[in-house]
């Protein structure tokens, strides 16, 4: 048998076990409601031609780094020694 195969009759197995009416309702609810936007002819996303970082974190609803913010904790903190300083402390 293959992986799908094995997968279905793992499942119906597991769906064969539940003895609660309402579990029951639930996932059949969920078939249902998947089957839908598939037999919708749900299209899958086209690829895209150009990465671009920005608009993929912008997709998954990730927020970027608030550039204000940090520069005004930057300005706030007032770090008076040289940078190469502070980057040769770190390789101590």
């Known amino acids: 048998m293959n992986g799908l195969a094995e997968q279905k009759i793992a499942f119906i197995r597991e769906v064969s076990e539940i003895e609660d009416e309402q579990t029951l309702s639930a996932l059949i609810a969920a078939y249902l409601q998947i089957t839908a936007k598939a037999k919708a002819g749900a299209k899958p996303k086209a690829i895209r031609k150009k990465f ?7 997709n998954r609803g990730r927020v970027g780094h608030d550039k204000d913010k940090i520069m005004s904790l930057i300005r706030e903190m007032d770090i008076q020694e040289p940078i190469e300083q502070l980057l040769s402390q770190l390789s101590k």
């Open 52 to 58: 671009d970082a920005e608009a993929i974190r912008h």
